[in-house]
């Protein structure tokens, strides 16, 4: 077996083990609710929260920097420019 072939085997196990926590775990939100993240009427801040603002906040600061060379000319930070707005819209969407 060539080394492309078992590292691509490799890498189709490691997605299967993802896409397979990744249903185990919607499974039990779906089935557990609050419960999983320890919320409840008083602990409203769990997990999904804190990582939705977080990302809100990721996204907006990088829309900030990628203005920079967009809207105010800075030649420098140009090369960036389209990189920053691309993980401005990913963390937007993540």
Known sequence: MKRGDRLFFIWLG???????????????????GHGLFNTNDVIIWSLPLGVYIFLALASSGLTLLASIPLVFGVSRYEP???????????????
């Open 14 to 32: 490691v997605l299967a083990a993802a896409i397979l926590a990744g249903l185990i775990t919607t499974f039990q939100l779906f089935t557990k």
């Open 80 to 94: 960036l420019a389209k990189r920053l707005v691309f993980l401005a819209i990913a963390t937007l969407c993540g």
